[in-house]
């Protein structure tokens, strides 16, 4: 019968390439390390490439306490050192110097979903699945960023594995370009 024809029996064909996207090893801070998933060390590392969809969700869990930012940046933003918008006007996130944020125990879940599909832009941030706070302007191409010092160290999930919290209705997590998956 040729190539063209199956022989009837079932085969698994894979994607091409993991649709969700990684931690970068290029965009952080020397002293933060990357194995997989986990974070841990001193200062900032970026997602592998900005969001390009409408609703992106991704999650991390901490392993290790101490102090930590987790949200959106910019490329240029400066990876050294503490990412706030009081400290950095091109990252919006939420850090542990936040009231609700206090005495973040191993296990826990802090979540960041950004919605681009209106204007202005909004950033809302959960606690184990809890809502926390919400900001509202981010308008640039943005990035997930985690940054970690104090001896924290943290599983950051983008959405290749089960959630530890279900992401909002409407949301999904932060993937490549659609037009790569063709």
């Known amino acids: ?51 390009l969809q409408d609703k992106a969700y991704f999650e991390t869990t901490v392993v290790t306490p101490g102090s930590f930012a987790i949200g959106f940046a910019t490329k240029d933003s400066p990876l050294d050192g503490v990412l706030s918008q009081d400290t950095c006007a091109t990252a919006w996130t939420l850090t542990h110097k936040l009231k609700v944020m206090e005495g973040v125990a191993p296990g826990e879940v802090v979540g960041c979903a950004l919605d681009q599909g209106d204007y202005p832009v909004s950033l809302r941030f959960y606690q184990n699945g809890l809502p926390v706070t919400e900001q509202r302007g981010p308008v640039t191409e943005s990035t997930p960023v985690i940054e970690l010092s104090d001896g924290a160290k943290v599983v950051c999930n983008f959405g290749a594995g089960s959630w530890m919290h279900k992401p909002v209705s409407g949301f999904e997590g932060v993937i490549k370009s659609r037009s790569l998956l063709g």
């Open 1 to 51: 019968m040729g190539c063209c024809f199956s022989s009837g029996e079932p085969t698994e064909v894979g994607p091409a390439f993991d649709p969700v996207i990684g931690l970068s090893s290029k965009n952080k801070a020397p002293t933060v390390t990357v194995q997989g998933s986990t974070i841990s060390g001193s200062g900032s590392v970026l997602a592998e490439m900005p969001v």
